[in-house]
């Protein structure tokens, strides 16, 4: 045992010169020589944790927030049985400083940096449950229990703000919880794409791999940004076909199902089919007063009359976000002025939020109604087809997306398969015309907006 701590610690000495080689390439001889250098190597107790010093507090403080993580991914990929690394202020040493004794240590674990990007307040306990999201909460529960996964990917797909975050960051908690020592990543698909290409530009592309493979559970929220995006889709295959050839979890949450990702390379598709697909659907009315009574249980010392939350419950419906948010506002004014919570303080308190939520219709929601109408799937209208039996509804659903919504045209365009502006901007054009020349198509449009509005 005494010679395996001993061979231990020679390969995290021998690490550590790489590991700084690393630190020299990747962020400039100005930032090294004044943040990076002045870092010692401290003689560790335990063989799996590494102990780094720092001269004075401040330039502790600042590497734990720069390069904690980083630190932490480039030893385990040296050595991959270290599981914790601590930075340190201690007393400053020459180099190559490896049995420097600490003086007020302040040590860090760094099991996974990524951790605190979890938001505390997104558990399994605070999700509310109901037949909209039960099986995609059944199965993140499911692969949040520790031992072998039963499935993975799970790729969870809502509309905004219906939960489907809460559920990720909760399956990050839950399995931290059951396995302290574990590595979770957590990350949106656009802070995936933008640390890639940072890594390109410096190029450094190993320690990215490094650090995202050494995950045990990896987290990515928000897949769609990253439509169309060949490179950064090129390393995402890589990834997850690493983390599950590796037996690791991953959790993917995008705004629709993995067939109706336009601009996602379909061995990327099919790699998300393979796992378990869950969706959840928009909030219906007990759901939503369910969510506002938990809610209002956790307000300490403050009432929330049941005519309040029938309001609110009745008139928010986009999203459980909107509804939450709204709670939160009437009761930080109440809070502030010392007012009694009542429908009148409410309404003149969330005038601009009610009067929006009337408005307030999804482009989802239109692509439902139009395809409803017109005896389409969804997917159709998403989809590449030109034949008239689908572009004419196709142009319908951008119609009413333009005057419905507050969405941009390139946002709008996203939505329908990845279509650029110019296809919106010609639908719209097309649509007023035949308004006023075609008695059917009038008619539709008449029927679509009274339904979706009304």
């Given at each position: 045992?005494?010679?395996?701590?001993?061979?231990?610690?020679?390969?995290?000495?021998?690490?550590?010169?790489?590991?700084?080689?690393?630190?020299?390439?990747?962020?400039?001889?100005?930032?090294?020589?004044?943040?990076?250098?002045?870092?010692?190597?401290?003689?560790?107790?335990?063989?799996?944790?590494?102990?780094?010093?720092?001269?004075?507090?401040?330039?502790?403080?600042?590497?734990?927030?720069?390069?904690?993580?980083?630190?932490?991914?480039?030893?385990?990929?040296?050595?991959?049985?270290?599981?914790?690394?601590?930075?340190?202020?201690?007393?400053?040493?020459?180099?190559?400083?490896?049995?420097?004794?600490?003086?007020?240590?302040?040590?860090?674990?760094?099991?996974?940096?990524?951790?605190?990007?979890?938001?505390?307040?997104?558990?399994?306990?605070?999700?509310?449950?109901?037949?909209?999201?039960?099986?995609?909460?059944?199965?993140?529960k499911a692969l949040a229990e520790p031992g072998a996964p039963r499935f993975s990917p799970l790729f969870l797909h809502s509309g905004t703000g219906q939960g489907k975050t809460h559920l990720m960051h909760a399956i990050g908690h839950a399995y931290l919880a059951a396995v302290p020592e574990a590595v979770v990543i957590c990350m949106s698909a656009e802070r995936f794409?933008?640390?890639?290409?940072?890594?390109?530009?410096?190029?450094?592309?190993?320690?990215?791999?490094?650090?995202?493979?050494?995950?045990?559970?990896?987290?990515?929220?928000?897949?769609?940004?990253?439509?169309?995006?060949?490179?950064?889709?090129?390393?995402?295959?890589?990834?997850?076909?690493?983390?599950?050839?590796?037996?690791?979890?991953?959790?993917?949450?995008?705004?629709?199902?993995?067939?109706?990702?336009?601009?996602?390379?379909?061995?990327?598709?099919?790699?998300?089919?393979?796992?378990?697909?869950?969706?959840?659907?928009?909030?219906?009315?007990?759901?939503?007063?369910?969510?506002?009574?938990?809610?209002?249980?956790?307000?300490?010392?403050?009432?929330?009359?049941?005519?309040?939350?029938?309001?609110?419950?009745?008139?928010?419906?986009?999203?459980?976000?909107?509804?939450?948010?709204?709670?939160?506002?009437?009761?930080?004014?109440?809070?502030?002025?010392?007012?009694?919570?009542?429908?009148?303080?409410?309404?003149?308190?969330?005038?601009?939020?009610?009067?929006?939520?009337?408005?307030?219709?999804?482009?989802?929601?239109?692509?439902?109604?139009?395809?409803?109408?017109?005896?389409?799937?969804?997917?159709?209208?998403?989809?590449?087809?030109?034949?008239?039996?689908?572009?004419?509804?196709?142009?319908?659903?951008?119609?009413?997306?333009?005057?419905?919504?507050?969405?941009?045209?390139?946002?709008?365009?996203?939505?329908?398969?990845?279509?650029?502006?110019?296809?919106?901007?010609?639908?719209?054009?097309?649509?007023?015309?035949?308004?006023?020349?075609?008695?059917?198509?009038?008619?539709?449009?008449?029927?679509?907006?009274?339904?979706?509005?009304?």
């Amino acid at each position: 045992m005494i010679q395996q701590a001993g061979e231990r610690r020679d390969e995290i000495v021998r690490a550590w010169q790489t590991v700084r080689n690393h630190l020299r390439e990747s962020a400039g001889a100005r930032l090294f020589d004044q943040w990076l250098k002045p870092m010692t190597l401290i003689e560790s107790t335990e063989p799996d944790i590494v102990r780094l010093g720092l001269p004075s507090p401040f330039m502790t403080n600042w590497v734990r927030s720069h390069y904690a993580e980083r630190l932490f991914q480039e030893f385990r990929a040296q050595v991959p049985g270290v599981r914790q690394v601590s930075i340190e202020t201690a007393r400053a040493v020459a180099e190559p400083a490896v049995l420097a004794a600490p003086v007020a240590p302040a040590p860090v674990a760094v099991r996974t940096a990524p951790t605190p990007l979890l938001d505390p307040r997104l558990t399994f306990d605070r999700f509310v449950v109901d037949t909209s999201n039960r099986v995609a909460f059944n199965a993140a529960k499911a692969l949040a229990e520790p031992g072998a996964p039963r499935f993975s990917p799970l790729f969870l797909h809502s509309g905004t703000g219906q939960g489907k975050t809460h559920l990720m960051h909760a399956i990050g908690h839950a399995y931290l919880a059951a396995v302290p020592e574990a590595v979770v990543i957590c990350m949106s698909a656009e802070r995936f794409m933008f640390e890639f290409v940072q890594a390109l530009r410096a190029r450094d592309t190993f320690s990215f791999k490094a650090r995202l493979r050494a995950a045990d559970l990896l987290l990515i929220d928000d897949l769609q940004f990253i439509a169309g995006k060949d490179s950064t889709q090129e390393e995402f295959f890589h990834t997850i076909n690493e983390i599950m050839a590796a037996g690791k979890r991953i959790v993917i949450t995008a705004d629709r199902c993995p067939q109706a990702l336009d601009g996602v390379e379909p061995r990327i598709l099919s790699r998300l089919a393979g796992g378990l697909v869950a969706d959840i659907k928009t909030p219906e009315p007990a759901l939503r007063r369910a969510i506002l009574d938990r809610r209002c249980g956790e307000l300490a010392d403050l009432l929330v009359p049941e005519e309040v939350r029938a309001l609110l419950a009745t008139r928010i419906t986009a999203n459980i976000r909107e509804l939450e948010g709204a709670l939160n506002r009437v009761a930080a004014y109440a809070q502030l002025t010392g007012d009694t919570i009542d429908v009148d303080f409410a309404v003149a308190t969330l005038g601009d939020v009610l009067r929006g939520s009337q408005r307030r219709i999804t482009i989802d929601e239109i692509q439902r109604a139009v395809s409803t109408h017109f005896e389409l799937k969804p997917l159709e209208l998403i989809s590449a087809r030109r034949a008239r039996v689908v572009a004419r509804p196709r142009q319908i659903a951008m119609y009413l997306a333009k005057r419905l919504t507050t969405r941009s045209l390139p946002e709008i365009g996203r939505k329908f398969g990845g279509r650029d502006h110019s296809t919106v901007i010609h639908a719209v054009r097309r649509i007023e015309e035949l308004r006023d020349t075609d008695r059917d198509v009038d008619g539709a449009v008449r029927h679509l907006m009274h339904q979706l509005e009304g």
